[in-house]
C-alpha cells in the first residue's frame, strides 16, 4: 500500500514537471506577453505544488485533552484537541479530525470531531469537539488525521499522528436501598458490617481475664466464686457474605443486566456487606468477596469491558465449582437476561446447599413469554426467590430488594 502510494506521488510529480515544460515552451516559442504571463501565472502554483509534495506532514504534533477521567454511560465527552508545528509552511487549507474509537458515535447535536483550518503560517490549530450518550465499555483513542492539498487538485496529502489515550465508561446505576437479613450466629449467616463482632447481648459462657477484656465484661458472680477476675463469652456474629453471578449469554437485554448489576453492587457495598462477584461466560471471573469503595471499583471496571460471551458450559462450569466448595455459605445472586430450563435445573439441584435468588432482567416494555413465567414459577414454588425485573421500573424494583 505504501509502495503505491509513493509511486503516485511520483507520478504525479513528473506530471506537475511536465505541464510547467509544456507552458514554458509553448511561452519561448509562441513569444508575446499572453504567453509569458501565462507561464508565470501558472508557475507559483506548480512550485507551491512541488514543495507541498516534498513537506513532511509529520512535523506536526498533536495532544488531547479530555474534560475528565472517569464517566458513566450517558454522560457527554468534551475534548479539545491541539495541533502544533515548528515550521509555519504555508498551508491553503488543513483539515484535522479525531478517529473517534468504534464505540463512540456522534449525533446531530454534538460539536463535530472534524474541522476546516485556514492555517497561513500559523504554527497552531485548536478544535473542540463533544460526544452525547457515551456508551458503556472501554474506549481506546489513538490517531488524529490531518489532511490538506494544493490549489490544482494533484497533490492531496494526508497523516495520522499517534496520540493515544483510553478512558473508561462505567455502566450508570439507579439509586436504590439495601436491607440486611436478620443476624444467624455461629454456623448461620449474618449480615453485619464486620466480619465478625460481638454481640454483648448474648453470653454463651465464662473464661478467665485476659489483659484487654472490658471490665463491663467481668462476670461478677463467678469472679466471687473462684476467687479471680472471671470474663464473660459471647456470640459471635459473622457476615452474611454476597455473592452476585452474572451470566454473559448475548440478548436483547444485555446492556439493561449491566446497570441493574451495576446498581445493585452499588446498594449492597454501600450498606457495607462485603461483596463476590462472578462473570458467567466460557470461564469463570472471580472476584473474591471484600467490603468496600475499592471492590466496588473493581467490580464496575469489570462491568465496563464485559461482553456478550455465549456458553454452553457456563453453568456447569459454576456447578463444579460449587461441588468442589461444598456450597457457599453466602448469599448468591443470579442475574440472567435469557432464562432456560439448564439454568432452572442447576439451581434446583444445589437449592439446599446454599441461599440463592435469582433475578430476570427484559427491556423496557418486554414481557416475559409463557414458558419463562413458568420457570420463574417453578423456581419460587421450590424456595429459590426469583424475581423479574423490567429495564422501565428498574427505580420501584430496586427499592424492594431484599437479602432473604
Same mark, same amino acid.
Given at each position: 500500500m505504501e509502495m503505491l502510494r509513493n509511486l503516485k506521488l511520483i507520478w504525479k510529480l513528473i506530471l506537475l514537471l511536465l505541464l510547467t515544460a509544456l507552458a514554458f515552451c509553448y511561452a519561448m516559442f509562441q513569444g508575446g506577453f499572453v504567453s509569458w504571463f501565462l507561464f508565470f501565472s501558472f508557475l507559483p502554483f506548480?512550485?507551491?505544488? #512541488? *514543495?507541498?509534495?516534498?513537506?513532511?506532514?509529520?512535523?506536526?504534533?498533536? !495532544?488531547?485533552?479530555?474534560? &475528565?477521567?472517569?464517566?458513566?454511560?450517558?454522560?457527554?465527552?468534551?475534548?479539545?484537541?491541539?495541533?502544533?508545528?515548528?515550521?509555519?509552511? @504555508?498551508?491553503?487549507? =488543513?483539515?484535522?479530525?479525531?478517529? *473517534?474509537? @468504534?464505540?463512540?458515535?456522534?449525533? &446531530?447535536?454534538?460539536?463535530?470531531?472534524?474541522?476546516?483550518?485556514? *492555517?497561513?503560517?500559523?504554527?497552531?490549530?485548536?478544535?473542540?469537539?463533544?460526544?452525547?450518550?457515551?456508551?458503556?465499555?472501554?474506549?481506546?483513542?489513538?490517531?488524529?488525521? #490531518?489532511?490538506?492539498?494544493? =490549489? =490544482?487538485? =494533484?497533490?492531496?496529502?494526508?497523516?495520522?499522528?499517534?496520540?493515544?489515550?483510553?478512558? #473508561?465508561?462505567?455502566?450508570?446505576?439507579?439509586? /436504590?436501598?439495601?436491607?440486611? !437479613?436478620?443476624?444467624?450466629?455461629?454456623?448461620?449467616?449474618?449480615?453485619?458490617?464486620?466480619?465478625?463482632?460481638?454481640?454483648?447481648? /448474648?453470653?454463651?459462657?465464662?473464661?478467665?481475664?485476659? @489483659?484487654?477484656?472490658? /471490665?463491663?465484661?467481668?462476670?461478677?458472680?463467678?469472679?466471687?466464686?473462684?476467687?479471680?477476675? /472471671?470474663?464473660?463469652?459471647?456470640? &459471635?456474629?459473622?457476615t452474611h457474605d454476597a455473592v452476585i453471578i452474572m451470566d454473559q449469554q448475548d440478548s436483547e437485554a444485555f446492556e439493561a443486566m449491566i446497570t441493574f448489576t451495576a446498581s445493585l453492587s452499588k446498594a449492597i457495598i454501600k450498606e457495607g456487606s462485603p461483596l463476590g462477584f462472578i462473570l458467567l461466560g466460557s470461564t469463570l471471573d472471580t472476584t473474591a468477596a471484600l467490603p468496600g469503595g475499592r471492590q466496588l471499583q473493581t467490580i464496575f471496571s469489570k462491568l465496563a469491558r464485559v461482553k456478550p460471551e455465549p456458553s454452553q458450559s457456563a453453568f456447569s462450569l459454576w456447578e463444579e465449582r460449587m461441588a468442589s466448595r461444598g456450597g457457599y455459605s453466602s448469599s448468591n445472586l443470579f442475574i440472567v437476561s435469557v432464562l432456560s430450563l439448564e439454568l432452572v435445573r442447576k439451581l434446583e439441584y444445589r437449592a439446599g446447599y446454599s441461599e440463592l435468588k435469582l433475578y430476570f432482567v427484559r427491556k423496557d416494555r418486554d414481557r416475559p413469554t409463557q414458558e419463562e413465567e413458568v420457570l420463574l414459577d417453578r423456581l419460587n414454588k421450590r424456595g429459590i426467590v426469583s424475581e423479574f425485573v423490567s429495564e422501565g421500573s428498574f427505580t420501584r424494583t430496586l427499592k424492594e430488594v431484599k437479602i432473604l
Open positions: 506548480a512550485v507551491y505544488s #512541488i *514543495l507541498l509534495a516534498i513537506y513532511p506532514l509529520q512535523t506536526f504534533e498533536a !495532544s488531547r485533552e479530555i474534560s &475528565q477521567d472517569q464517566f458513566s454511560a450517558g454522560d457527554v465527552l468534551k475534548a479539545r484537541v491541539t495541533l502544533q508545528r515548528s515550521f509555519p509552511f @504555508p498551508f491553503i487549507y =488543513l483539515i484535522a479530525e479525531e478517529c *473517534l474509537p @468504534p464505540g463512540l458515535k456522534q449525533t &446531530q447535536d454534538d460539536i463535530p470531531a472534524r474541522k476546516w483550518f485556514y *492555517l497561513g503560517l500559523s504554527r497552531k490549530a485548536v478544535f473542540s469537539y463533544t460526544v452525547q450518550s457515551m456508551k458503556r465499555g472501554e474506549h481506546e483513542f489513538s490517531q488524529i488525521r #490531518i489532511k490538506t492539498g494544493d =490549489l =490544482l487538485g =494533484l497533490f492531496e496529502k494526508e497523516a495520522r499522528i499517534e496520540t493515544k489515550e483510553t478512558i #473508561i465508561v462505567y455502566p450508570s446505576t439507579f439509586s /436504590m436501598s439495601y436491607k440486611h !437479613s436478620r443476624p444467624q450466629y455461629e454456623q448461620g449467616a449474618s449480615a453485619v458490617t464486620q466480619r465478625y463482632m460481638k454481640d454483648t447481648s /448474648m453470653a454463651s459462657g465464662i473464661r478467665d481475664y485476659q @489483659p484487654g477484656d472490658r /471490665m463491663a465484661w467481668i462476670d461478677w458472680k463467678a469472679t466471687a466464686k473462684r476467687d479471680s477476675f /472471671m470474663t464473660k463469652e459471647f456470640e &459471635q456474629t459473622r
